[in-house]
């Protein structure tokens, strides 16, 4: 992992002081270019919804509570004016999510070299999710790995290298490219639709492969989200480690990651008329020194 690591670094690319990583490369002529992706004007929301049926089974997240502090049911006021209002209580990746620049590191070093211990109990002091507040905006690429299977999803712990990517590339003839948000889609959503099970969910889930970071920094991808919660695959294959990829992409190539994505109603549009890309639009929500983000990205074709 170190050696990979080192090998696709992209540390002092944009600046020592850089805190965004990839997201740079989104530069203003590629998404003026990804504008005219837009072919019919349908739109496809990729977020979950923020609910008490999520994937979230507990223990370190939950799904979102949302509780009413005004209905007006009890309100008397002039003209018969009434109002409501809610709040909500969730984890910041309890849905549908980006994962920050800060949200993982190892070697006491986050990406960049910024300080591991710019993390603390009060958030993020570098690369949190605010620093993305520009929003995540460009040409988005779906690469639906299931279909190219023949599967609803595939087995968890089932890995996508980068042969694999290269193959789903070229059958549905779409190039992946500099800038661009690389959406893969593995069923896993599918799966959770299907079985309505949150511990299944969660317990494994098939990712790209280690091996696949070089394929992504050799195409300079912005940014990458799948359907799954985690990107990787889960069992990793390295039984002596924890979330390898996430190391190598978050904190050494600086990528930012989006996942628990739903890619089903896409998907089937996509495969219907042969086009794969389309304008993605993803803001993240500007929590500040937030180490995520919940996110409900369009992808308009």
């Not at 304008?279 to 992808?299: C, D, E, W």
């Amino acid at each position: 992992m170190r050696e990979l690591g080192a090998r696709v670094r992209n540390w002092g690319r944009w600046g020592a002081d850089d805190e965004r990583g990839t997201t740079n490369l989104i530069t203003p002529e590629r998404v003026a270019a990804a504008a005219g992706l837009i072919r019919t004007g349908e739109i496809f929301d990729l977020g979950i919804p923020l609910d008490a049926d999520g994937p979230q089974p507990g223990g370190v997240r939950m799904n979102p509570i949302r509780l009413m502090s005004e209905n007006g049911q009890e309100q008397v006021l002039p003209g018969g004016f009434k109002w409501a209002d809610d709040f909500v209580f969730m984890p910041l990746q309890a849905g549908s999510q980006y994962d920050s620049l800060a949200h993982v590191h190892y070697d006491e070093k986050l990406y960049n070299g910024h300080p591991g211990d710019e993390v603390t109990i009060k958030g993020a002091g570098k690369c949190g999710i605010h620093t993305q507040g520009k929003g995540i905006a460009g040409r988005g690429v779906l690469l639906d790995i299931a279909r190219h299977r023949g599967v609803d999803w595939l087995e968890a712990g089932s890995t996508i290298g980068a042969d694999e990517l290269d193959a789903v590339a070229a059958a549905q003839g779409v190039d992946v490219g500099p800038g661009d948000i690389l959406l893969f889609r593995t069923g896993w959503r599918a799966k959770f639709l299907t079985e309505r099970d949150p511990h299944g969910f969660m317990s494994g889930e098939p990712g790209l492969a280690l091996s696949s970071a070089q394929w992504l920094r050799d195409r300079d991808v912005a940014v990458v989200g799948s359907d799954n919660w985690a990107i990787e695959a889960i069992p990793g294959e390295n039984p002596g480690a924890l979330f390898e990829v996430h190391m190598v992409l978050i904190r050494d190539m600086g990528m930012t990651l989006a996942e628990m994505l739903d890619f089903e109603e896409l998907a089937e549009a996509c495969a219907a008329d042969g086009h794969y890309d389309f304008f993605f639009a993803g803001p993240p929500l500007k929590f500040t020194r937030g180490v995520g983000s919940p996110i409900n990205p369009l992808a308009i074709r």
